[in-house]
């Protein structure tokens, strides 16, 4: 049973930045790409950014393209998710999810998910 841990959120100011990371215990993320998603007080769990099993394809929603940069390190087994120029709008539990090779923006397609970690943007 993968198993996924995120870290790295916190209270920040706007303009800051954070790098959130996701890390499997025990398995390998090889062959699983791996999304990130966010949940807003009061609004459904959007997804954020994927990056594919290879590492070769990305996707980003709209309201975070140009900020937020997704990667992963396969000798570190880590995906990183590095949050730039963050917004009040940004504030929510972001999480992690794996699936097998392949992106999705739909969170119904992962099949295992972190707990999530807390970002707060604030002034």
């Known amino acids: 049973q993968l198993q996924l841990a995120e870290s790295g959120g916190g209270l920040v100011q706007p303009g800051e930045s954070l790098r959130l990371s996701c890390i499997p215990s025990?398995?390998?993320?090889?062959?699983?790409?791996i999304g990130w998603f966010r949940q807003a007080p009061g609004k459904e769990r959007e997804a954020v950014a994927c990056i594919s099993s290879s590492g070769e394809i990305t996707y980003y929603a709209d309201s975070v393209k140009g900020r937020f940069t997704i990667s992963r390190d396969t000798i570190k087994n880590t995906v990183w998710l590095q949050l730039n120029s963050l917004e009040p709008e940004d504030t929510a539990v972001y999480y992690c999810?794996?699936?097998?090779?392949?992106?999705?923006?739909?969170?119904?397609?992962?099949?295992?998910w972190g707990q999530g970690t807390r970002v707060t943007v604030s002034s």
């Open positions: 025990e398995v390998t993320l090889n062959y699983r790409a």
């Open positions: 999810a794996a699936q097998y090779l392949y992106c999705s923006a739909y969170r119904d397609s992962y099949d295992f």
